[in-house]
């Protein structure tokens, strides 16, 4: 299986931007890109980023092969032909603990546990704050699974001007989870 090959879910949590950015640098950097958009979503895309009704999933076809979360005819369904590597930017709450409890209600689930199966790489890039201890066990429990959880949280070490200075922050915080060389923020470096 290459190396080449990602899985991308963005789900319904604020933050779909940073989904599609890394859909962007990876497409840009020569990835075959398998990408579930789900219907929250693009429930999210229409509010934050003010697209219209289905233009989440155009804007996606741009940078992979996109599939519906109930599309379990997807290679993304199976150990067999899930990509060794899969993001889950944003992954809303209800994701992570469906996830969390192995409940397979749609394809991102069922990619995310097929993913941990086969010993792949899982990042999962929670948006929400305050969380509970609800969030936080069922976060501990991917966790424990093997998934790495990447937090969408900001810093301010790499002097950011603009929001897209902050969104390259975080997906290149979550392509570095993933062992993926990007060049989308200034490192820290110790004066």
Known sequence: MSS???????TGASAVRIG?????????????????????????????????????????????????EDDYNSPLASSSSVPRTMLVVPASMKTVALAANGIQSNLVIRA??????IGGRLVVAPRETPVG??????????ARMG??????????????????????????????AAGIENDLYRRWAQK
């Open 112 to 117: 995310m546990l097929a993913v941990l199966r």
């Open 4 to 10: 080449r090959k990602v899985a991308l879910a963005i």
């Open 20 to 68: 599609i950015r890394v859909a962007e640098y990876l497409s840009s950097a020569g990835y075959e890109l398998h990408i579930v958009a789900t219907r929250g979503a693009e429930e999210v895309a229409i509010h934050e980023e003010g697209l219209r009704r289905g233009e989440l999933i155009r804007l996606l076809e741009r940078y992979g092969i996109v599939y519906r």
């Open 147 to 176: 998934a790495l959880i990447v937090p969408l949280c900001v810093a301010f070490y790499h002097k950011p001007e603009t929001l897209n200075d902050i969104v390259d922050f975080l997906a290149g915080k979550i392509l570095d």
């Open 133 to 142: 201890v609800v969030e936080l066990r069922n976060m501990f429990e991917l």
